[in-house]
């Protein structure tokens, strides 16, 4: 493997991504407590800095971006100054966002966090997570039309804040299996069971557990297993990448189960390392990888952008330098 991983990796340079989702702002404010209110028992914060970056299915398709795919984005946004801003932060970010819808029926999501001194106090989030409209899933399945058969993989970034729905789901799935272009899966509650004939679902270990009501101890190898086998069973999809936190991944998309541990690292913020994971493992199918290369960088991936503070994409450079350090 160590000898193709260049190979890999220059392969990644000329894949295109279609990311489909939920996109929003993360916005950070950050200054110094010196006091108490005398309003109220809260402190007072003395603003520093403000910054915005792309978070949700918009970080993903940063990763993506840094591993050196072409994305393009197709998700909704509030026709409103915020949802212009992230547009704008998008195009500067080297990514497609002529899959973005502008809606005058939702505000554009931000998630404001309100830090001092390294202590995150407070966050705010401006959202609405209702279903999508019929005018919205009109434009949405109009766009995808036009997208999916121009795209080497697909992947559904679900954060539950209504973009995705179930014709959606079927409408991508139908015409990227014509195509036989991958479909991968990151979940949330909403839309759990609706992915059915996904190349790849790739549910942590409490959403897995809570989408299928199923028990199962993350350190038994055997219980793994089954529990792998049983959710391609019930969710109708190829193959499963399930994640574990501190107890590494587990993985069987039909050419054998396979486990890796986490690997030692510095824990700085867990932050979007589930949106590491998915871009990574849907790169390596887009490029024909197969399971074990697949879970390998995978894991790999999602252990390093750990040791960084705050949601960060991963860097190419690092990661294929760490793979080929890991194999030496």
């Known amino acids: 493997m160590k000898e193709s991983l260049e190979v890999l990796f220059e392969k990644m340079n000329h894949l295109k991504i279609l990311v489909i989702g939920d996109i929003m702002a993360d916005a950070y404010i950050r200054g110094k407590v010196e006091r108490i209110s005398p309003e109220a028992p809260v402190p007072i914060i003395n603003t520093r800095t403000r ?32 949802g212009k801003e992230l547009i704008e ?3 500067s970010e080297g990514i497609r966002p002529e899959g973005v819808v502008r ?27 209702a279903p999508t409209t019929i005018n919205e899933q009109a434009q949405l399945l109009e766009i995808v039309s036009k997208l999916v058969p121009e795209v080497d993989a697909i992947i559904f970034e679900d954060y539950d804040k209504g973009v995705i729905f179930k014709d959606l789901i079927e409408k991508v799935t139908t015409l990227a299996i014509a195509k036989n272009i991958p479909v991968t899966v990151d979940p949330k509650k909403r839309n759990f069971l609706n992915y059915q004939s996904a190349t790849l679902f790739k549910p942590n270990l409490k959403e897995l557990k809570e ?40 993985m069987d998309s039909g050419d054998g189960f396979f486990y890796v541990p986490a690997m030692p690292r510095d824990i700085a913020d867990v932050s979007g390392a589930g949106d590491t994971v998915i871009s990574v493992a849907t790169l390596c199918l887009a490029a024909g990888c197969n399971s074990e290369q697949t879970l ?9 952008v750990c040791e960084y503070s705050g949601v960060v994409p991963i860097k190419k450079d690092q990661l294929l330098k760490e793979a080929l350090k890991f194999l030496s």
Do not use: W
Not at 54 to 75: R, T
Not at 103 to 122: D, F, M, Y
């Open 51 to 82: 910054e915005i970056r792309l978070g949700g299915a918009a970080n993903v398709a940063l990763n993506l971006k840094a591993l050196g795919a072409d994305v393009v984005l197709c998700s909704l946004v509030g026709n409103d100054s915020q």
């Open 211 to 250: 989408g299928l009501k199923l028990e199962l101890d993350p350190k038994n190898k055997e219980e793994l297993v089954v529990a792998c086998q049983k959710a391609i069973s019930k969710l109708g999809v190829k193959g499963i990448l399930l994640t574990l936190s501190e107890n590494g991944m587990a």
């Open 103 to 129: 809606s005058n029926e939702r505000p554009t999501t931000i998630k404001t966090r309100v830090i001092a001194g390294g202590q995150h106090l407070l966050r705010i989030d401006d959202e609405n997570d």
């Open 89 to 91: 932060l998008i195009k």
């Open 296 to 304: 390998f960088l995978a894991n790999l991936s999602g252990g390093l």
